[in-house]
């Protein structure tokens, strides 16, 4: 029952220096969203698909990259990392079908010195 | 401005007692909302969801109520426990608009 699963779960970056960010769901959600969570401020919206080969920006986009080829994965690129991408990211899903009833994996802290 | 605010921030509580947790929107055009759980290190958890045309729901010891027309919900938890120190947020999702937007959260501490 693995739901929505993200790695790594730690990660140091230099700056300047590029990753991505894994995402996987095994429960056939059409929309998936990453989201980034600074201590005090909430979560904010990055990017979010509706569908394999479509999506789209979110609140705070700068500085990342996505894509969907498939209804399972929706890794995040961080291009050319800047210490203000230190945060905790979450790659969460839902289905319309279900409610919204939105998912989150447990999370990958990144720190970018 | 498509706004979330929960407050207070932080919640102190003896264990047992019944406690509030309040959610503020400022849209009433909302298409559902949505109450999470966070633990320390640890991603979200959806505790309950309420869609537009509903006015509370409930799971075990966990009531939310909704209030489009003031723009508010409640989380209630009744006979609170230890294991129930976490902090929760509520989303809302607005009508054409296909993102959630999270309020900040209250941090929730029961005292044994």
């Known amino acids: 029952n693995a739901g929505v699963t993200q790695t790594p779960k730690f990660r140091i970056l230099k700056i300047g220096q590029s990753m991505t960010l894994q995402c996987t769901q095994d429960?056939?959600?059409?929309?998936m969203y990453w989201y980034r969570q600074d201590p005090g401020m909430g979560l904010k919206l990055i990017y979010y698909?509706?569908?394999?080969?479509?999506?789209d920006k979110g609140e705070v986009p700068n500085g990342y990259n996505v894509s969907r080829s498939t209804t399972e994965d929706f890794p995040l690129r961080l291009e050319l990392a800047a210490p203000s991408q230190t945060s905790v990211y979450f790659c969460?899903?839902?289905?319309?079908?279900?409610?919204?009833?939105?998912?989150f994996g447990e999370g990958s802290w990144l720190t970018v010195v | 401005k498509q706004e979330v605010t929960q407050i207070p921030a932080a919640l102190s509580v003896p264990e047992g007692e019944n406690l509030v947790l309040n959610c503020s929107f400022t849209d009433s055009a909302i298409y559902n909302l949505q109450w999470f759980r966070q633990d320390p290190g640890k991603g979200l958890t959806s505790l309950l969801l309420i869609q537009s045309s509903q006015r509370e729901q409930t799971s075990g010891r966990l009531n939310a109520s909704l209030d489009k027309s003031s723009g508010r919900s409640t989380l209630y938890i009744a006979a609170s426990q230890p294991g129930d120190s976490a902090t929760y947020l509520c989303a809302v999702l607005y009508f054409g608009n296909e993102k959630l937007t999270f309020g900040t959260g209250t941090r929730l501490t029961i005292i044994p």
């Open positions: 429960m056939n959600h059409n929309y």
């Open positions: 969460a899903s839902s289905s319309r079908g279900s409610g919204n009833t939105i998912y």
């Open positions: 698909s509706v569908g394999a080969g479509i999506t």
